[in-house]
């Protein structure tokens, strides 16, 4: 993996040394990452440029204003961007110690959906029985504790029989895909129409409270303060460094003396119900309605934004950002310009190939043959 | 390192002036669509906006699409950013949007807000929210017509034993009942012994569901099969098993040039000329619109010579006619009996409630007046010789 310089002329005369080999950075300035993860992005782009050229016949530049456009050309965009990246990041902040103890929770769509189904319940059930400030700390302590439940389940089982997590956390999905299926049928209006429509859209009862005329303003807030709260969490508390240790480590974990299945369990349960409560702010401060698609993939989304931030709340609010930006664009794309989604979404994948690749490059060093060695 | 600062700063000034260019003035319609042209459901909405906005001479920067749109605060979200993007009307395709469209539309007074298949329009009574909606149980009449004929055939050839249909549903609520009881009623008319049995996939869109209940009921016996759903699984179950197809708002040729015998479709392009017209020229819009087949808001297409029976475009035909002259009645309570019993009254659930209460008298007269107290159907009654899953 190195060359030895004082050899170079007799080596090459007996072995082809290959044009470059890959080695890892011992460390890399800010300066050269962001470098490198502005070529990508720069790069990424005149390869889309080539794709809508080719395909769509379409001025690059301006499909890419389009792509600014979606996020940023009215106040209600910019809005609709912060709430979309909020709630991303909230998801993505949930699963992000589950991540890091190395436990792949693949579950926080279903963790999230049981959340807001609860949430849902209660404000069908309740809604004309308490008054509103009362209802909401009910909605909000059922979805934690649906969503904590969720994340329970696969955690006691891998703690106690070692049951693979990516499976079982895949499945409470599914299952609880299936409960919100049943739950709609139950509170479907009009009959057989698996719609349930706005609920309590006369009382509001169960509505978070809209701030200065702006209905997402407080879940962004919100989700703010999570971000910061799980900053701190996993950075300056007892708690977050065992995560750390269980995660580089669980031998290491042992004989230190932590208590590596009580980490797990206690992880997953906070991971479980920070996406309840993510599905408490869908249904009691967005959507005001529930339906098996209205987490909408973010639990799959969330982690990808939770591995480009390499598991750093303060960065996945970029990452967010950055998954969010794209996405509406390529929605404003296919408005625009009356294309296909699919096309969008082909630029959108192509964007992120590269920022993820970029990552490879901060890792590791490509170390070209010195010119004049083959001669 | 500069020359990447350089770039930079490049792209930091184009930025803002790409993102000035505003576009012309002047009228401006918005089009929200649940799922894009893969669903026929949704084809059958863009085709005809497409249309519509062409026949009336509208430029492709006064017509805005948006695809994909769940049934959910998204709706809303995109409803207000075409408000945002100057439109003055604003329609959306799925009965899902409908109390979306409703927020939308108190929020936003000044914009027009249409909804088809919504049921809402007139208990809201807004003065800019409209539903739209069509007597689409007279092309399902017709097409089962032509299937009642086919299978008449099929049996006179002895390739079929018995006059047995099946029919793929997504829910089990009045408008896909209107259709399936309408579709048996006119194979009925010309096919007296023929019973049919219905299956339902709960999703509009799903191609393994409906391929899969295509099979089963095939599997049952049923000769020929119809679907209320949107995507391709039915009718190229139908072509794999060689079985005849009636299809919903889509020519399905393509998918089954041996077995697609006819579909019937609700045209949309009048009533997106109507309200484009209307809004454009502060006319009237009708609160509860309903296509007909004598206003060509429903329409018969794709019969398929190769398939059909000898003389079904005649007969088809025929009985249009009668139809549009009320000569025919498709829910003509003399027809039908319900556990046995012929129908003499029937309050139906016509303004929506939680309850699902019946409100409104629909039986007179000897017929059940569907799409007559709102455009969209409400007709639920669960007729005999239509055997139906079980309820959950």
């Known amino acids: ?375 | 390192m500069k020359k990447l600062l350089a770039l930079l700063l490049c792209l930091v000034m184009v930025i803002p002036f790409a993102g000035c260019s505003e576009e012309d003035e002047g009228f401006k319609v918005g089009f929200i669509f649940l799922h894009d042209e893969n669903s026929t459901y949704d084809k059958n909405f863009i085709d005809a906006a497409k249309a519509a906005t062409k026949a009336l001479g509208l430029k492709d920067s006064q017509v805005v699409f948006k695809v994909n749109i769940p049934e959910d605060n998204a709706c809303y979200e995109a409803a207000a950013e075409l408000v945002d993007d100057g439109c003055d009307l604003i329609f959306a395709d799925s009965f899902g949007h409908e109390d979306f469209m409703i927020k939308a539309a108190k929020e936003f007074k000044d914009v027009i807000f249409c909804h088809a298949t919504g049921t809402k329009a007139h208990t809201e009574n807004l003065p800019n929210y409209f539903n739209a909606f069509a007597t689409i149980y007279e092309g399902r009449f017709l097409a089962g017509v032509a299937a009642g004929l086919k299978i008449n055939d099929m049996i006179a050839n002895g390739d079929a034993a018995e006059a047995k249909m099946g029919y793929v549903g997504a829910h089990p609520y009045a408008e896909v009942i209107s259709g399936l009881s309408s579709f048996y009623l006119g194979a009925k008319y010309v096919c007296p012994d023929v019973t049919m049995s219905v299956k339902y996939t709960n999703s509009w869109f799903d191609i393994t569901a409906e391929n899969e209940a295509a099979n089963a009921l095939i599997k049952e016996g049923c000769v020929l099969i119809s679907q209320h759903a949107d995507s391709e699984g039915a009718p190229k179950a139908c072509e794999a098993a060689g079985v005849p197809n009636v299809a919903y708002n889509l020519d399905t040729r393509e998918w089954g040039p041996s077995t697609a015998l006819v579909s019937s479709k609700i045209n949309w392009q009048p009533y997106f000329e109507h309200i484009i017209d209307a809004a454009m020229n502060d006319k009237e819009i009708t609160q509860d619109y309903c296509g007909t087949l004598e206003n060509d808001g429903v329409q018969i297409l794709g019969l398929n010579e190769d398939v059909a029976a000898p003389g079904t475009a005649e007969k088809l035909e025929e009985v249009k006619a009668q139809l549009i002259a009320g000569e025919i009645k498709v829910f003509d309570t003399t027809t039908f009996t319900v556990g046995g019993k012929t129908i003499t009254e029937y309050e139906a659930d016509v303004d929506s409630d939680p309850d699902y209460t019946g409100d409104t008298q629909v039986v007179a007269d000897g017929y059940f007046h569907e799409s007559e107290y709102r455009s969209a159907p409400y007709f639920d009654l669960k007729i005999d010789g239509i055997t139906f899953p079980k309820e959950n």
């Open chain 1, 1 to 375: 993996m190195h060359s030895k310089d004082t050899n170079a002329k007799n080596i090459t005369t007996q072995i082809n040394e290959p044009l470059f080999h890959v080695t890892k950075r011992a460390q890399i300035s800010w300066q050269k990452s962001w470098a490198i993860r502005i070529i990508a992005i720069a790069s990424s782009l005149v390869i889309c440029a080539l794709i809508i050229v080719l395909i769509t016949g379409l001025n690059p530049l301006t499909v890419y204003s389009a792509i600014f456009d979606g996020s940023f050309s009215s106040e209600r965009k910019i809005w609709n961007l912060l709430r979309e990246l909020s709630m991303l990041l909230c998801v993505s902040l949930a699963v992000t110690p589950a991540f890091k103890m190395k436990f792949w929770n693949i579950g926080a769509e279903g963790q999230g959906l049981v959340g807001a189904l609860a949430s849902a319940a209660c404000m069908i059930y309740l809604g004309d029985k308490l008054p509103n400030s009362n209802l909401l700390l009910v909605m909000l302590l059922s979805s934690l504790a649906a969503g904590a439940l969720w994340g329970f389940i696969p955690a006691y089982f891998k703690a106690k029989f070692n049951t693979n997590e990516t499976l079982f956390t895949l499945m409470m999905n599914y299952i609880a895909i299936q409960l919100v299926a049943y739950f709609v049928l139950l509170w479907e209006n009009p009959k057989g129409s698996s719609i349930v429509g706005i609920i309590n859209s006369s009382t509001g009862a169960g509505y978070l409270p809209v701030i200065g005329g702006k209905q997402y303003l407080l879940p962004i807030l919100i989700v703010a303060l999570v971000t910061g709260v799980m900053y701190i969490y996993l950075r300056y508390t007892k708690q977050g460094y065992e995560i750390s240790v269980v995660g580089e480590s669980q031998n290491t974990a042992k004989y230190v003396g932590i208590n590596v299945k009580k980490v797990i369990i206690r992880t997953m349960i906070i991971s479980g119900a920070l996406c309840g409560l993510a599905g408490f702010l869908f249904v009691s401060g967005i959507d005001y309605t529930i339906n098996a698609n209205l987490i909408g993939g973010l639990g799959f989304t969330a982690i990808m934004v939770s591995w480009l931030a390499k598991f750093n709340p303060v960065y996945m609010i970029m990452s967010s950002f950055l998954i969010v930006f794209l996405d509406r664009g390529a929605s404003e794309i296919a408005t625009d310009f009356r294309l296909n989604e699919s096309i969008a979404d082909a630029l959108t994948g192509i964007i992120l190939f590269f920022i993820i690749g970029s990552e490879f490059f901060i890792q590791y060093q490509l170390k070209f043959r010195k010119r004049g060695n083959n001669k």
